[in-house]
């Protein structure tokens, strides 16, 4: 199975990307995870990305917030599926980092999830890996079971708090 590379820009995002983690370890899923800015070190962020695929990874999750620059620095480099995850920081509230990620240009495209939206990376991630792999696409199809499940057993109580 393919890895999926987590890229962040700061350690102040690790919140949003353990959510990721998380649900990567959930599904079974290897993945590595790593520090890199756009900004403060391109060369080792460009080195990553240029090499992820002779690396074993089929997808790369990048999360920054601000200027948000990781998800398309990353992009350019690599043709492999790139998944911006905007992050809050003080300033704007992360729409700032959702315009910088989602706004890409023409030929350098970034699947883009909600403000915080780690856990959905990694499902997108999961389901990109998926087309090639059986075994994966069916732990996908068991967690949405299980979540309809969930919310039916939320359902069936509603009439008792109301």
Do not use: W, Y
């Not at 756009?38 to 990048?62: C, K, L, Q, S, Y």
């Not at 992009?75 to 790139?82: D, E, G, H, S």
């Not at 970034?110 to 090639?132: E, F, M, R």
């Amino acid at each position: 199975m393919k890895k999926v590379g987590i890229v962040m820009g700061s350690d102040s995002d690790m919140p949003v990307v353990k959510k990721a983690a998380d649900m990567l370890k959930a599904l079974d899923i290897p993945f590595e995870a790593h520090i890199f800015s756009a900004h403060r070190t391109p060369d080792e962020a460009a080195a990553f990305a240029a090499g992820a695929r002779e690396n074993g990874f089929g997808v790369i999750i990048a999360a920054a917030g601000m200027a948000a620059h990781l998800a398309g620095a990353i992009a350019a480099r690599t043709t492999l599926p790139v998944i911006g995850i905007p992050c809050k920081s003080a300033n704007f509230d992360g729409l700032d980092a959702l315009l910088s990620t989602v706004q890409m240009p023409s030929g350098i495209p970034v699947a883009t999830v909600a403000v915080d939206g780690g856990t959905n990376a990694a499902l997108l991630a999961a389901q990109i890996l998926s087309v090639s792999d059986a075994d994966l696409a069916e732990r996908l199809d068991l967690k949405r079971k299980k979540d309809a499940a969930a919310v039916l057993v939320k359902d069936s109580q509603v009439a008792t708090k109301l």
